[in-house]
């Protein structure tokens, strides 16, 4: 059996595990090593490359998908979320496809962990618009109708009463204020309400570290539309990553 390889770039760690894309699972412990302290292209690269020779056996030569907290365009990377700035612009997937030695799918973070909440978890085999929010040092945002994705959201980024969304509404900020959940609550509404306004989803999803004490602020906040907290966990990005590869394979990028 041939698996595919997801791997999930940090700015803490790097973690990578081949998944089972029919059950939508790991099909092996997962590796973690943590990011090189300058998370240059290069260096994360080799990071990349030791942890694609450790799973060498279970993947065959299929796609390696890689998520990357930056937006990403046919391949280019343009925006660097806690990693080097250097990664602003870089031509990412072919550094890596090289050193590789291998076709390297890469996506958002939140694009990643977006479309495998669509496929496996919280929002499976949804019918119509999904919008899934990723609240962690940053917000990450994947937007997807009828399973298919709409890449590079940033709707962390979206300004709200003249402020930068996540600057406002990130679990980081509510660790940094040492804020409790309900008086993080506000700013989670506020930031919903916006998005439903805008955006009028069927169902939202709220991932990120955040969502395993979704019990304690999801049931207070007032909206329209059904809010549900992601299943996937910390799979979400690995288990993304693969299936987007492999999409992207069946139907390579025209721009790219
Ligand atoms: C970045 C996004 C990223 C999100 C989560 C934001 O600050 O702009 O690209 O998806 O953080 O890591």
């Not at 990011?35 to 290069?42: E, H, K, M, R, V």
């Amino acid at each position: 059996m041939t698996y595919v390889l997801g791997i999930d770039i940090g700015g803490s760690g790097i973690k990578g595990a081949p998944v089972d894309l029919v059950t939508g699972d790991f099909a092996a412990e997962r590796v973690r090593i943590p990011t090189p302290a300058a998370s240059t292209p290069s260096n994360v690269a080799d990071v990349v490359a030791e942890i694609v020779a450790g799973f060498a056996d279970q993947i065959g030569d299929s796609p390696i998908g890689i998520t990357i907290p930056s937006v990403v365009t046919h391949g280019v990377t343009r925006s660097a979320a806690n990693i080097d700035k250097s990664w602003i612009d870089a031509p990412a997937e072919k550094i890596f496809a090289e050193r590789l030695g291998r076709p390297v799918v890469l996506v958002n973070d939140a694009d990643a962990a977006g479309m495998a909440e669509v496929r496996f978890g919280a929002a499976k085999d949804h019918p119509g618009l999904v919008l899934v929010t990723t609240l962690g040092t940053g917000i990450g945002s994947a937007l997807i109708y009828r399973g298919v994705l709409v890449p590079n959201t940033e709707l962390g980024h979206i300004e709200i009463d003249g402020l930068d969304a996540e600057t406002q509404a990130a679990a980081s900020v509510r660790e940094r204020l040492s804020l409790s959940f309900d008086q993080y609550v506000p700013r989670l509404q506020r930031y919903y309400e916006v998005l439903e306004s805008l955006f009028w989803p069927d169902l939202l999803v709220v991932g990120g570290g955040i969502s395993k004490n979704s019990h304690k602020f999801l049931p207070q906040l007032r909206l329209k539309t059904p809010i549900v907290p992601a299943q996937l966990r910390n799979k979400a990005g690995i288990i993304g990553a693969a299936a987007l590869a492999v999409a992207e394979a069946e139907h390579p990028d025209p721009l790219a």
